[in-house]
Structure formats: C-alpha cells, structure tokens
C-alpha cells in the first residue's frame, strides 16, 4: 500500500497558511521567541465562537480546516492530533486561578478547554465527525506517534482520508519557564541568521501543522509518504539508523535528493547533525526550525515543509543551507530528520508521487 | 498482520489496594475506598470525598526506589506496570520488542502546583525540578526508562477514556508488527486541578457517589494506575503458562456533541460498544458483563445507559461501575478497569455497584448489586468515556 499526502496546511511564524508564494518572503524576528501569525480567523470559526477559544485552539481549527478544504475533504475518516504541551494557556490560567483565588468562585471554562485533546474534539464537533479521535502527548515524539497511528489506519484499511495534526503553543509563562531551565539561548537572535550565530540554546516557536492522508493515487497528491521512523534515545549512531531506515526502502544516502534537518541553532544539540553533509555528500541541505521556532511538535512543521518542497518541486532559497552537486536534480526523494533534544529521534521519508 | 492480542499480565495500584490481590480482596469484602483526603493539601478536604490510594509519597518512593521529589503519577504508574511486567514474565524471554504505552492526563501536576505556588507571585522563583517534569510524556518517559523499556513509549490524552485508548493503540503496534509486547494502560494521581476543575462543574458528589441510581449526584475522583501486558499469538506461545484472556474488540468513536457533556442519546458511547462488537464479530447477547463507565454523573449515566439499553435491549447483562470502589481515576480509569475486566474472566467474578438503590427512570437497568463469583464469563464489556466526545469501549475475551 502507498500513503499520500493530499493536503497539508500550517499556522506557524511565517505566512504559511492560505499563502501563495512557498516561503518566498520570509518573516524574520529578533528575540528568542517566534509567535505564530495569528490568520483571519473568521474564514474558520464562527466569530461568536471565536472569543472563547485560546491561541492554540484556534490556531489547530484554522489549520486542520485549511487541510480539508485544500484536500476537498468535507469529513474526514479520522482526527489523530499530537501536542507535547496541550492547551498550555488554559492550563495556566486555571492553575493561577487555583492559587489566586484559594481554590474559591474558579470559572470553569479554563478547565474545559485545559485538557490536550480539545482541539481534536472541537474539530470533530464543528465537523460533526464521530470517526476515530485520538490524542498523543509524548514530548517531542508527540506528532511522530499521531502520523505512526494515522499510516497504521489506512493499513488495516480502517478508514481513508486521516487527517493528522501537531500542535503547540506557547505563553509568556512557559516562555519564562523553559528560558530559566536553559532551553532557549541567552542572547536575543536574528532567526534567519540563526545558523550563523551558533551558542548554547535555541529559540522558541508554536504552529499548528495538519495532513491529509490517503491511500488513493491522484495528481492532486502533493508526496508519497513513503515510511516514518521513530527512536528513543538511540544507542547507535545515528548515520548507521539513517542508512538502515533507507535501506528497508531499498534506498541509499545517495538516492536523497533532499535531506531536511530539524538544526535549531543549539551548538549542544546540533552537533548531532554534523554527519549529515559528509553522508548525503550529493543532496541538497535544508533546514527549517529559523523559520518556525523550536518545539516539541515542530516536526509536523518540517512534514509541511517536506510536501511542499515535493509539490513546488524546489527548496526555498531561505531554508538551503548547502545546494546539491547537481543543481539540475529535482526534488524527487525527500528525508526528514529531526530531533528533540537528542531523545526523540524521527526520520521520515517522502517522495515525489 | 497478526490476528489475535493476548493479554499476559496485569497490574493495579487504586483506592482498594496497592496490587491485584488487595484489589480482588476489596471486591470480596464489598470495601469501598473512597473517603477524606489526606495526601494533598486542599480547602476541600473534608468537604468532598475522594478515592486516594493510601500511602503517602514517602513509602511510595521508598518501594520504587524513586525520588520522593518526583510526581505522584509516576510513583503509582510505576508500582502497577512493574507488577503487571513481572506478572507477564515476558522478561524471561530475550530478543522480544516491548513497548510502553500509558495514559495520564495532567501530567506532573502535583508538582507543577507547587511551582507555581512560588510563580505567580513572582516569575523568577519556583525550584525547576518541580516544573521540569509537567509534560504528560514525562510520566511515561521516567517509568519507561526505570522499566527499562525503549523500543517504543507513547503517551495518550483523550481525558477519561486516555487509558483504555493506550490498550486499543498498544494492540494495534503488535497487529501492525512494530512491537511483540505492550505494556499498556494509563495513571493519574489526584491534583488540586482536576479536584477544583471537576468541583467548578459542578458535578462531584459530596457523598460516595451512586453510579446509575436515579438519585445519583455526581462523581467522586480517585488515582491510581492500571495496566496490561498484550502479547502476540507468538509471545503468548513461548510463555510457558496460561494467558489471562485475549483482546477480541475495541472501538474509538467521538460523540461529536458538545466539549464536556454527553449526548442524551449516547451516540457516541452507543457507536463504541458496537463498533467493539463488530470487530470482536460478537453479538450484544454474547457479552456477559459491562464494566460501565458509570461516573455517577446525571450527565454520563443517562447518556451511557440509553446507550445501553438502545444496544442491548431489555435482557441486559450483568453490569456495574466499579467507580463506585475506586472513584473515577481519570486517565488511569480505562487501565484499572481493563484489569478488572481481565480479572473478571480468569476468576469469574462480576463486580458489585455499590450504593445502587434506585433505577433511572425511564431505563429500568439493574446493575449488579453484590458480588457474584463462579461464574462463566466469556466476554466482557469495558466503557471508557472522556471529555471532547471521546467514547472508547474494548471487549476481553476468554481464550
């Protein structure tokens, strides 16, 4: 069985969603934080609804919408979403509230909106859709197990038409929190200049990036999702992971014409990428975590971004860190590789269709 | 792709008892575990009764082995999957791919509260190490690496039906051949975030709670955590031993209704019983017992028992809410009840409902009231319900 990728949108810091050019005009931003460009909202939700939604929920409608109607789906035969953090907001703000008010006169609409799987349910309830919903909460492998669950559906010929999402937000509390515990760098940073400046620590981001996938061939297709790989910290080097993920799809570095790293300007961190120009020595090199900020479910960004480039059929100039020996080499195998803090490692491989 | 799921190990940590056999011990003695807090700190203790397990994080660090600084949720995720792993005995077998698959859904909660106790007054304070571990996948990544498991871990948050959509997705790695061995089910300790978020809906029961009484008034939270170990056909044949039942059924369907309360009807409850049915290619009338999902809420009760009665008719089989003994555990609840479940074909036994006086009008379902031993259970029912529509109900079958 192949799996297609029949629509892909996304909510992230450029102008990704609705969106004519493919990252033609980048949007830079200095600081260590990237908030996601918040979309004309109104074309998704209805405006009455709209002002009782948080950030991230609006930001998951707005983009898991944008999927279906590009993909010309009115129902999807599932709804499988990935959030590491969850409704972060809502959690906040409920959780003050707790310690504010003594545990006294708390509204409960924070509370409702707090658990992780409310905007898989909320589009399920806009849709009307009663098919399979399900919610991953596993760090930075959250939207890795969302896309494993979504190709095992259409394997077991469950349901077609999965639509598969990974969503994060961030809010000045966790900004504050996760910048204590280091994770972000000290120093404020151009983000399109981030692989230039390399330091300690990286910088934050939030999106929401959703797919459609199917097992029916069309021309509308935008890739072939060819296989997904997930590993929890790896007791083998990764070139040797890379090259026997390939090798099950009868494949070599060689044969990758393009080889997607999740870099995030974190020097610890991103030595963990230094085999990738000797081993992919022919591909071109792009990277795409300046663009969309660092966070547990940015991979599902990097899955956007990877159709896209299928699709188009060329890299953006803003996300090519080395161009292919042979300029004249299309887009045709394209491997993603990512990780999160050297825990959750995930390769996945798409193809041209 | 592999056919059947089997089922070679269980273990619990609830209210009624920090193993198997003191959970089955409270079944025999009828011996509820809610009553007052005592382990978190909170203006409702006293006030609302709650099902704690009842030991303190002292001891449970100590028999772990684990830093008394950690989450609750871990201590207690950790108690029941390490003694439904030894209970497997897939160890003794070298070369098996294992997963961990478990639910929670506040994640490190208990410690985030008391960093944020600090935080909000002032952002620069607040020790890290309580805050470090907030994510729900923090839970599953400690236990799974004390266990030792790393050829695939997952964390799922579907709110109350988390843990028995861990079972279901844990099943479906071993049928799609990505593991041999699951490990899955779900914990959660209580917070004061889910007490106070429960409490500002208005639908906790300031007395033990009476699931499917028409009188009842609400739920009654509890902690704990509960798990499986599935096999493959393949495992289940190198275990030198008898496996505990298979899992013939499961079904994942959203109510599609409203953020928090169920449809009238149970549609989506309704759709996960039948669709769990037809994967099990079982009849209504083949099921001999339903662990209900029976939160004692007026909401959750009347939607599920439509459910049922559209589902199964007049004859109904035996059913109960053994929420009535734990509380509602959360995101350990589907994990809990997928052992009792289990424990229920191997012993033949069908759990009481306590406190049932009164059927609901209009439904007439009578849940079981005492405990029934000796029977033959061939195929029992487990409803696991959550916030955001999602409804997921799985069937165990005797081998």
């Known amino acids: 069985m192949s799996i297609y990728i029949r629509s892909a949108a996304s909510v992230s810091a450029q102008h990704t969603l609705n969106s004519n050019s493919f990252l033609a005009d980048p949007v830079s931003y200095t600081g260590t934080r990237l908030p996601a460009i918040e979309p004309d909202y109104k074309k998704y939700i209805d405006p009455k609804a709209i002002r009782r939604m948080s950030h991230v929920i609006k930001m998951g409608i707005a983009a898991a919408q944008e999927c279906l109607i590009t993909g010309g789906v009115e129902m999807p035969g599932a709804i499988v979403t990935g959030t590491a953090y969850g409704c972060l907001d809502d959690t906040h703000t409920f959780l003050s509230r707790i310690i504010e008010m003594e545990e006294e006169m708390l509204p409960p609409t924070a509370f409702i909106q707090s658990t992780h799987n409310t905007v898989g349910s909320q589009v399920a309830l806009m849709l009307k859709c009663h098919a399979y919903n399900n919610t991953f909460v596993h760090k930075g492998a959250s939207f890795e197990n969302a896309l494993l669950d979504g190709m095992m559906l259409l394997m077991e010929q469950e349901a077609d038409n999965i639509l598969v999402g990974g969503i994060d937000e961030m809010n000045d509390a966790s900004f504050t929190v996760l910048t204590r515990l280091g994770v972000y760098k000290r120093q404020p940073v151009n983000s399109l200049n981030l692989y230039n400046l390399p330091s300690k620590g990286t910088i934050g981001g939030e999106g929401a990036s959703f797919a459609m996938l199917t097992d029916k061939a069309s021309p509308d297709n935008m890739a072939e999702l060819v296989a997904l790989k997930t590993v929890f910290k790896p007791t083998q080097p990764v070139s040797e992971l890379v090259s026997t993920f390939l090798a099950k799809q009868g494949l070599a570095a060689a044969d990758i014409d393009v080889i997607i790293t999740g870099r995030n300007g974190d020097t610890h961190y991103d030595a963990i990428y230094d085999f990738v120009p000797g081993m992919f020595a022919n591909s071109i090199i792009a990277n795409y975590k300046h663009l969309c900020g660092e966070y547990p479910t940015a991979s599902a960004f990097g899955m956007w971004f990877a159709a896209n480039i299928i699709k188009e059929r060329s890299v953006p100039a803003i996300a090519v860190q080395r161009k292919a020996s042979d300029e004249g080499r299309g887009p045709g195998k394209v491997l993603l590789y990512n990780h999160y803090q050297n825990v959750y490692h995930s390769f996945m491989l798409f193809s041209a269709c | 792709m592999g056919l059947l799921v089997y089922i070679a190990g269980v273990g619990v940590i609830s209210a009624i008892g920090s193993n198997v056999a003191e959970n ?376």
């Open chain 2, 24 to 399: 089955l011990q409270a079944f025999e003695n009828e011996q509820a575990g809610l009553g007052d807090i005592t382990q978190m700190t909170t203006r409702h203790k006293g006030s609302l009764p709650v099902g704690e397990v009842k030991l303190d994080n002292d001891y449970l660090a100590e028999v772990t082995g684990m830093s008394v600084e950690t989450s609750r949720t871990k201590l207690l995720s950790f108690v029941a999957a390490r003694e439904a792993l030894t209970d497997s005995g897939v160890e003794n077998i070298p070369g098996l791919r294992i997963g961990f698959v478990s639910a929670n859904t506040v994640g490190g909660m208990d410690k985030s509260e008391a960093f944020f106790d600090e935080f909000v007054r002032d952002s620069r304070k607040g020790k890290l190490r309580k805050v470090f571990d907030h994510e729900c996948g923090s839970v599953t990544e400690v236990v799974a690496n004390k266990l030792g498991i790393t050829d695939y871990i997952s964390t799922i948050n579907t709110a109350c039906s988390s843990s028995a959509n861990a079972v279901f997705f844990g099943a479906r790695l071993i049928k799609n051949d990505i593991l041999d061995v699951v490990v899955a089910g779900g914990a959660d300790a209580l917070t004061k975030f889910t007490l106070n978020g429960f409490n500002t809906l208005m639908i906790l029961d300031k007395n033990f709670c009476k699931p499917f009484d028409e009188h009842r008034e609400g739920l009654n939270l509890g902690e704990g955590a509960g798990y499986v170990v599935l096999v493959s056909d393949k495992v289940a044949a190198q275990l030198n031993k008898p496996m505990y039942c298979k899992l013939s059924g499961y079904n994942n369907s959203n109510d599609a209704y409203h953020q928090t309360a169920s449809s009238p009807e149970g549609t989506g409850s309704f759709m996960a019983m039948q669709g769990a049915l037809n994967r099990a290619g079982l009849q209504p009338a083949d099921i001999d017992y339903i662990n209900l999902h029976g939160t004692g809420t007026p909401n959750n009760d009347s939607a599920e028992g439509t459910a049922v009665k559209r589902l199964f008719g007049e004859g109904h089989p035996a059913m109960s809410s053994t929420k009535s003994f734990t509380g509602h555990t959360l995101g350990a609840s589907g994990g809990i009840e997928a052992v009792y479940s289990v424990l229920a074909i191997k012993h033949g036994l069908i759990y009481p409902n306590l406190r049932f006086k009164t059927p609901m009008q209009g439904l007439e379902l009578i849940p079981q009231e005492h405990l029934s031993k000796g029977k033959n259970i061939q195929h029992v029912l487990s409803n696991s319900f959550g916030f955001g529509g999602n409804c997921t109900s799985l069937i165990f079958s005797a081998c």
